[in-house]
């Protein structure tokens, strides 16, 4: 009977002993959370392992998600199936007929970020064609003359030079040989006797108006047939030109006049462009072939586009996000009261188990240990 008792006191101890070593162990993973000091030095197992290797388990939890859960074989696969097809298919139709329905504009949207669109638009548009204008003027105003042209263009120009004499006479001759030009040199020699008075006067007892100015027009027509008189007009047209062409535009034009005309050009691009229409117009107004495009044929094309380059490029973007940093990040800044609380709860059943198993070892070792001080 004693043997018995001490067997079974024995096994009692044995697993007291191992199921609270085991729960103790449990705690231990935690537990305490900060180091703890006694005469000045650390106490061993102080703080409890997660804590002490928070940054490693971080670390490691980050990597094994990205590197065998989160791949972007996973994301690629998940991504190019049919029923995201469909669901972003229908996103999209959705988004599209709300804006076919409540007639949206740009500038609605714009409203919702506190902007005035049109305001914007002209201040931007008109103040980059104004620097632009500015800048060619400025440019340009400088240049002789000769440089600005294009090179068929002062080709044509030197070629009517060379003809000018000719049609300058030509056309001189044209004009005093017609009935407007005979009239004119009749008024002219009107003026010309009122003018000089009774000396002159004597010339018509010898001479009438109607002699003088045919005589005038035969003199003329021989001086204008004269080759030097041709040489001498041409010559003055070259100088003349040859000096015109060498000159800039700021020559003839000044800074007031420029800057009048710039604004004066910016303003009639400006309504021309008509911005407060395209601002303010909706969308489905503007562009009505563009959302029956995209509500058939047109969102889908959209749609395998946007998968597709997607898809290709899942593997930079997941890169770019640093998934393994925003896991690590995370972990990093639960509190580890929260991080407990959380594994028992996940694996409560299976830590009660540990404990009932070091319950049923250490019982069993104990037995073990009273048969053998026993008999043995």
Same mark, same amino acid.
């Not at 049919?82 to 999209?92: P, R």
């Given at each position: ?7 079974? #006191? !024995?096994?009692?101890?044995?697993? $007291? ?15 305490? +959370?900060?180091?703890?000091? $006694? ?21 490691? *939890? ?12 996973? #994301? ?6 049919? %029923? ?26 714009? %409203? ?15 103040? @980059? ?31 009517? @030079? ?23 040199? !009749? ?11 009774? +000396?002159?006067?004597?010339?018509? !007892?010898?001479?009438?108006?109607? !002699? ?7 003199? #003329? ?30 020559? #003839? ?69 640093? *998934? ?13 009261? +929260? ?38």
């Amino acid at each position: 009977m004693y043997a018995l008792g001490m067997i079974l #006191f !024995m096994g009692l101890v044995g697993a $007291l002993i191992g199921g609270f070593t085991n729960f103790i162990a449990i705690k231990m993973l935690f537990r305490p +959370f900060e180091p703890k000091f $006694l005469f000045g030095r650390q106490l061993p197992f102080t703080p409890g392992l997660i804590p002490k290797r928070r940054n490693e388990l971080s670390l490691k *939890i980050g990597e094994m998600v990205t590197h065998h859960l989160l791949t972007p074989e996973v #994301f690629k696969e998940k991504l190019m199936t049919q %029923q995201t097809k469909v669901l972003l298919k229908a996103m999209l139709n959705k988004q599209v007929h709300a804006l076919k329905e409540g007639n949206y504009s740009a500038y609605d949207f714009a %409203q919702r970020f506190n902007v005035d669109l049109s305001k914007v638009a002209h201040e931007q548009i008109e103040s @980059k064609i104004d620097a632009v204008l500015a800048d060619k003027f400025d440019t340009y105003k400088h240049k002789q003359i000769e440089k600005l042209l294009p090179d068929n263009v002062l080709q044509k120009l030197n070629d009517k @030079k060379s003809q000018a004499s000719s049609l300058i006479i030509d056309k001189l001759k044209s004009y005093v040989n017609s009935e407007s030009g005979y009239n004119d040199i !009749m008024i002219m020699i009107d003026r010309f006797f009122m003018e000089k008075g009774r +000396f002159v006067s004597m010339i018509q !007892m010898f001479m009438t108006k109607e !002699m003088i100015a045919e005589r005038m027009i035969q003199e #003329f027509n021989k001086l204008s047939d004269e080759p030097q008189i041709k040489t001498i007009i041409q010559t003055e047209i070259n100088k003349e030109y040859d000096r015109l062409i060498q000159k800039t535009p700021a020559s #003839f034009i000044r800074d007031k006049d420029i800057e009048s005309f710039k604004a004066e050009l910016v303003s009639n691009i400006m309504r021309t462009l008509n911005i407060d229409y395209y601002t303010k117009t909706p969308l489905y107004t503007l562009a009505p072939s563009l959302f029956d495009f995209i509500e058939d044929d047109g969102g889908d094309r959209f749609i395998h586009y946007v998968m597709t380059k997607t898809s290709d490029n899942i593997a930079v973007i997941l890169e770019k996000i640093h *998934i393994a940093e925003i896991i690590k990040d995370q972990i990093d800044n639960f509190e580890l009261s +929260f991080l407990e609380q959380l594994v028992i709860e996940i694996s409560n059943k299976e830590l009660k188990l540990i404990t009932l198993l070091g319950f049923v070892l250490g019982g069993i070792i104990g037995v073990f240990q009273g048969v053998i001080a026993i008999f043995v």
